[in-house]
């Protein structure tokens, strides 16, 4: 049996468990669902479909990104190797650090699972290292559900609140049909056509600010189940996206899935990408959501990916730091693996040529589905990560 197979037969077994998580749940906490698929063994979290986007309890997600891929040729995860990171520390031990926020140029949204814990936990020893080094750090919202009709108005309540704090919003449309190959996060629109016109709703609630969209993880680089034609299809429809995401918000900044540095090679990532348009409706890539490779290996990885692209100049990337601080664990743990750490704190700074961000994508402390259920806030998993 592969890997791959193997992984994937163990996602299912905890599919039960899962399917009453949600990335963003109205009025509730946010969670996603865990799945492993696997080209290096990449970890794999996502929202769950079924979940409705309201403004609740937002962002996260796994990906689960939470997220690798099938069929494709497995690679070897690299060594990990241990990265020097940014202190996330604030200025005062216990309070968020509302100096770090600004900094970023990012926005935080107000409601998340790891700030309903720390409001309802306030005497917990934990909390103040927790609220310090995660709660107060910006990190994307996710859009998991096709709901067409909705999805503007909670699209455009994030973007104005963004707008009106000064900052920038990281969001994360996940949306497209048979996303996961048939895994565990599997679910998104019924087809292309309803998710084309899904992303007009979304992109209607842009604005006019600035505004970061991380479209669709893994729906580039978990695709090698697909069929040819299924592919040039999704590709099609990605790269449709795209232009109309800059069409409704001319400040956005569109970045392509580029998988992550122990995934595929960079000239087989830059191919698909260039096939779904990254070149010409995108600006740029994004890396190593919801894993853990470190960010000189993304780094490295994404130059690579953007250089065998082939242009035009000006595209970048971007890369999810969110629990990457003590790079990649051994081969084949993926789910929630001890010793892991915070990374770099998410900020639009980062003084490395062609890295536009480092991302918190993935909201550390959300879990994978082994240190508790699959998207859930796990305050001991948290805590292990802001002091790894």
Known sequence: ???????????????????????????????????????????????????????????????????????????????????????????????????????????????????????????????????????????????????????????????????????????????????????????????????DAWMEDFAAGLGNGPVIVILEPDAIALSDCLSAAQRAARFASLARAGRTLHAAAPRAKVYFDGGHSGWHTAAKQAAALREAGAATSGDGIFTNVSNFHTTADETAYARRVLAALGGPPGLGAVIDTSRNGNGAPKAGEWCDPAGRALGRAPTTDTGAAGIDAYLWVKLPGESDGCKGSAGSFTPDYAYELATG
Do not use: K
């Open 1 to 195: 049996m592969s890997e791959a197979r193997r992984r994937r037969g163990a996602a299912r077994r905890h599919t039960m468990a899962v399917l009453a998580s949600a990335v963003v749940v109205a009025g509730a906490a946010t969670g996603v669902m865990a799945a492993a698929d696997g080209d290096g063994g990449r970890p794999v979290a996502r929202p769950d479909a079924g979940a409705s986007t309201v403004l609740g309890p937002l962002p996260a997600a796994p990906t689960p990104s939470v997220l690798p891929s099938p069929s494709g040729p497995a690679s070897a995860a690299p060594e990990p190797t241990r990265a020097a990171r940014a202190s996330t520390a604030p200025a005062t031990a216990g309070q968020p650090s509302r100096r770090a926020e600004r900094a970023t140029g990012l926005y935080r949204h107000p409601r998340s699972q790891v700030l309903d814990w720390v409001d309802a936990h306030r005497s917990d020893p934990r909390r103040p290292l927790i609220e310090s080094r995660i709660a107060a750090r910006p990190a994307a919202v996710w859009f998991p559900a096709h709901n067409p009709g909705a999805v503007t108005g909670q699209v455009r309540a994030v973007t104005a609140a963004a707008a009106a704090a000064g900052r920038t919003p990281v969001l994360v449309p996940y949306a497209i049909p048979d996303r996961d190959c048939g895994g565990a996060s599997e679910g998104g629109a019924p087809g292309l056509g309803a998710y």
